[in-house]
């Protein structure tokens, strides 16, 4: 990859917001097979991109878009359990677990909250 290439892709890294595919497409003029090397950047890791899915490098999940731009996030444990979710409508999800693999906590953006702990 040449420097200038290479500064250009870390430009939009770094100033890339969600809806990423929307927003790559539409204001960077990226094309589809440059996505995965920006999204690898993005989430410090190798990605793999699948339609409108990203997965990590664990095959979790990541990110979700539609054409028009709605969008899904996941975050997971070390253990690959989704600790947080959330969507362009800005509903979230938050989640702990115990050593066991058991939810002990969930708390979401309407306030509601159950903790087992």
Same mark, same amino acid.
């Given at each position: 990859?040449?420097?200038? +290439?290479?500064?250009?892709?870390?430009?939009? %890294? *770094?100033?890339?917001?969600?809806?990423?595919? /929307?927003?790559?497409?539409?204001? +960077?003029?990226? /094309?589809?097979?440059?996505?995965?090397?920006?999204?690898?950047? %993005? +989430?410090?890791?190798p990605v793999?991109? /699948?339609? *409108?899915? %990203?997965?990590?490098?664990y095959g *979790?999940?990541? +990110? #979700?878009?539609?054409?028009?731009?709605? #969008? %899904? /996030?996941?975050?997971?444990?070390?253990?690959?359990?989704?600790?947080?979710?959330?969507?362009?409508?800005?509903? #979230?999800?938050?989640?702990?677990?115990?050593?066991?693999?058991n939810e002990?906590?969930?708390?979401?953006?309407?306030?509601?909250?159950?903790?087992?702990?």
């Open positions: 990859m040449n420097k200038k +290439y290479e500064r250009y892709i870390d430009y939009i %890294v *770094n100033d890339l917001e969600i809806p990423y595919f /929307k927003n790559m497409r539409d204001h +960077y003029g990226l /094309k589809q097979e440059e996505y995965g090397l920006v999204l690898s950047r %993005v +989430y410090n890791q793999t991109i /699948k339609g *409108n899915y %990203v997965y990590d490098q *979790n999940n990541i +990110y #979700w878009e539609d054409s028009y731009g709605t #969008w %899904v /996030k996941y975050e997971y444990n070390e253990q690959g359990y989704e600790i947080y979710s959330e969507n362009s409508n800005g509903t #979230w999800v938050k989640r702990e677990y115990n050593q066991y693999g002990i906590y969930y708390e979401n953006s309407t306030g509601y909250i159950e903790d087992y702990r």
